[in-house]
C-alpha cells in the first residue's frame, strides 16, 4: 500500500473536518437508540404485517464509493467481494466513482467501474471540481480562497462533464447518471453552488448532457438547496434524480413531503454517508454497527430513498476492510444489498412492531424480502403475517449478530401466510419467500404477474430511453433493462420488442412478462408498472442461458416506437 493508504487521505481530511461542522447543526449521537432496550429476558412483538399489494418506492440499490485517487484502487478480488451476490459477497449494486478535473485523469477508476458494469452495477459519477480553467475565486465569511465556477464557463462545464460520460460510456461503462457537484453546500476544499446558480446550470446547460443528471448531493439532505429545484419547472425538467447525503440528519428530517408531492417521474437517492460518525477502526464496532442497520431500515421506510450510497467502499470504518474481508458494516448493507436487488419494490410492513425492532419489505415478482433489525438486549419473538397473498413454504434466512456475519440459517417453513421466529439479541436477519409458496431464489427474482392494460403508444416523436446492463458468467447472464419515458404524457400499457442474439434463451424474468424465450421477444408490463409517468424509469430484467455468446440487443422498440439506447 501507498503511504496515501495507510494515512490520513483526502478525503478522510474533510470528513474529519465535517465532524466539527456536525457538532454545530445537530449531529445524530453516536449509538442513539430510539428507545429503552429490552433486558436480558426475551419479549414478544407485536405481529408485523407484510401487505404484499401495497407497492412503495422502487430499489435502484445499495452500494459505494471508489476513489482511486484518494485511497487507490480495489484488487481483482476485492471487486468480486463488493459486487457478487453469493455467500461472503457485499452484493453492491451501485457504484459512485469521482469525475476527473481534467480529461488525463478519467480513466482513474476505469478498471473498478468496468468490473461492476460487467457484473450488472449501475455506475455514476459525482465531481468535487471543474477543470481548474473554469473556476474563480472569492470570499466566502472568513474563507478568501473560496472558489466557484464562473457563470461564463456554465456551458463549457455541461461539456466537460458530457466529455467525461463519452469518455466512460466508449471504454464499457455506460453512466447511470452524472451529478453536477459534490455537495455544493459544505464545499470549503471544492467548489460551492448557491442554490441559485444550481438552478440556473439546471435550466439553461444541464440539457446538453447525454445521461441522466443529478442534483444536488447536499451534505446534509438540506431541502433549501432542493427545494427550489423542485419549484422551478424549468430547472427540474432537467433533473433526473434528486440526491442527498445524510451526515448529520436526524431521523425527523428524512421525509421530504415536496419530493412527493412535485416530483413524479424522478428518483430519490441517498449518494453519500457513513454513519455513526466514525472512528479509524470502527467498521466492526459491536453492537454500534447495528446503527447502521437501523440507518438503512429509516432510509428506505422513513425518506423513501430508492439508493443508499456509503463513501468509501473500502476502508476501517466501510463496508469492507482494508484486507478485503466484510466487517460488521458491511454485513449491515449486505443484508439489503444482496437480497433486496434493483427493479425490486418496497411493499408496506409493520416498520416498528415493538421497541427497538426495524422491519421492511420489498417484492421483486413473487419473491418477498422481509429484513428485521432488533437492537435489544434480549431475544424478540417475531410474527410476521403476509396479507394481499397467500404463501405456505419454505424461508430462506440469514444472521448477522455479535459472532456471525450474513450466516445461512437453516430454513423455515411460512404457512398460510404466517412466520414466527426468534430474533436473537442485537441482530440482524434477512428473510426471503415466495408468495406462490416455492422454493424461494436469493437473486434474480422469478417471472412477474401476469400483465392487465392494453398498450397506449408513446407520444409521436418522443422515443423513449433504454439502458440494457448484462451480468455474465460461463454458460447465463442476467440481464437488467431501465425503461424511461421522455415524453410528456404517461404511457399507459407497454410491450418492450427486441431480439435476443442467437444462442441465447431465457429461463426467468421479473418486473415483466417475456415471451417467446429466445430470438423476438416482448416483454410486457405487469399489473404494478404498467403506467410510466413523463420523466420515469422502471426498471425490469431477466435471466438467461448462453451458449457462448454475450452480445447485448441492438435494437428496442416501445409500443411500437423506436427507442433510444443508452
Known amino acids: 500500500m501507498t503511504q496515501e493508504q495507510n494515512g490520513p487521505a483526502g478525503g478522510e481530511r474533510r470528513t474529519l473536518s465535517r465532524r466539527a461542522v456536525l457538532t454545530t447543526v445537530g449531529a445524530v449521537p453516536v449509538a442513539a437508540a430510539a ?58 449494486s451501485i457504484l459512485r466513482i469521482p469525475v476527473g478535473e481534467s480529461s488525463a485523469d478519467f480513466g482513474r477508476d476505469l478498471a473498478t ?26 470570499t466566502r465569511g472568513s474563507q478568501t480562497n473560496a472558489k466557484r ?24 461503462v455506460p453512466l447511470y447518471s452524472i451529478s453536477v457537484q459534490n455537495e455544493p453546500d459544505y464545499a470549503h476544499d471544492w467548489t460551492w453552488w448557491t442554490t441559485t446558480e444550481m438552478v440556473r446550470f439546471l435550466k439553461e446547460n444541464a440539457g446538453s448532457i447525454s445521461t441522466r443528471v443529478m442534483a444536488p448531493e447536499s451534505f446534509q439532505y438540506v431541502k433549501s438547496m432542493s427545494d427550489p429545484i423542485l419549484n422551478d419547472a424549468a430547472a427540474l425538467a432537467n433533473v433526473d434524480i434528486i440526491g442527498a447525503h445524510l451526515y448529520g440528519t436526524s431521523y425527523s428530517n428524512f421525509p421530504y ?12 437517492w441517498m449518494t453519500e454517508v457513513y454513519y455513526p460518525n466514525s472512528n479509524a477502526n470502527s467498521g466492526d464496532a459491536w453492537p454500534e454497527a447495528l446503527d447502521v442497520g437501523e440507518h438503512i431500515h429509516r432510509a428506505m421506510v422513513d425518506a423513501e430513498f430508492q439508493a443508499y450510497v456509503w463513501w468509501y467502499l473500502r476502508r476501517s470504518y466501510g463496508p469492507m476492510r482494508e484486507d478485503g474481508q466484510i466487517s460488521k458494516r458491511g454485513a449491515m448493507m449486505a443484508h439489503f444489498a444482496r437480497f433486496v436487488r434493483p427493479g425490486y419494490t418496497r411493499i408496506d410492513a409493520t416498520a416498528n412492531p415493538a421497541s427497538n425492532v426495524y422491519v421492511s419489505a420489498y417484492r421483486g415478482g413473487d419473491t418477498v424480502v422481509i429484513v428485521a433489525v432488533n437492537k435489544n438486549t434480549s431475544s424478540v419473538s417475531q410474527q410476521f403475517t403476509l396479507s394481499g397473498a397467500t404463501a405456505s413454504g419454505s424461508v430462506s434466512n440469514w444472521l448477522t449478530d455479535a459472532s456471525r456475519t450474513v450466516a445461512p440459517q437453516s430454513a423455515l417453513t411460512m404457512s398460510n401466510g404466517s412466520l414466527t421466529v426468534t430474533l436473537p439479541a442485537r441482530s440482524i436477519m ?31 416523436g418522443t422515443g423513449p430511453r433504454v439502458a440494457y446492463t448484462m451480468n455474465s458468467w460461463g454458460s447465463g447472464f442476467t440481464a437488467s433493462i431501465d425503461i424511461t419515458n421522455t415524453g410528456t404524457s404517461a404511457i399507459n400499457g407497454w410491450t418492450l420488442a427486441f431480439t ?25 408490463n405487469v399489473d404494478y408498472n404498467a403506467a410510466i409517468a413523463p420523466g420515469a424509469t422502471i426498471s425490469i430484467g431477466f ?23 443508452v
Open 113 to 138: 467501474a468496468k468490473r461492476a458494469v460487467e457484473l450488472g452495477v449501475t455506475v455514476f459519477a459525482s465531481p468535487w471540481n471543474p477543470p481548474a480553467s473554469m473556476i474563480e475565486t472569492f
Open 149 to 172: 465556477l464562473r457563470y461564463n464557463a456554465y456551458a463549457a462545464y455541461a461539456q466537460h462533464l458530457n466529455d467525461f460520460t463519452t469518455y466512460m460510456r466508449n471504454n464499457g
Open 543 to 565: 435471466q438467461a442461458n448462453t451458449s457462448g455468446s454475450t452480445a447485448k440487443p441492438t435494437a428496442f422498440t416501445l409500443n411500437g416506437v423506436a427507442c433510444t439506447v
Open 500 to 524: 435476443l442474439p442467437s444462442g441465447q434463451s431465457i429461463t426467468s424474468g421479473w418486473n415483466a412478462t417475456f415471451s417467446p424465450s429466445s430470438g423476438q421477444v416482448s416483454a410486457r
Open 35 to 92: 428507545g429503552t432496550l429490552l433486558g436480558a429476558t426475551g419479549a414478544s412483538a407485536a405481529p408485523a404485517t407484510i401487505n404484499v399489494s401495497a407497492q412503495r418506492q422502487t430499489i435502484k440499490g445499495y452500494g459505494a464509493m471508489a476513489h482511486a485517487a484518494w485511497i487507490g484502487d480495489l484488487t481483482a478480488s476485492q471487486r468480486e467481494t463488493a459486487f457478487g451476490t453469493g455467500e461472503g459477497r457485499l452484493g453492491f
Open 257 to 268: 413531503p415536496l419530493f412527493k408531492q412535485k416530483g413524479a417521474g424522478k428518483e430519490l
Open 430 to 460: 434477512t428473510f426471503v419467500t415466495s408468495v406462490n409458496g416455492t422454493t424461494p431464489p436469493t437473486t434474480p427474482p422469478p417471472t412477474s404477474p401476469t400483465p392487465t392494460p392494453t398498450a397506449t403508444p408513446p407520444p409521436a
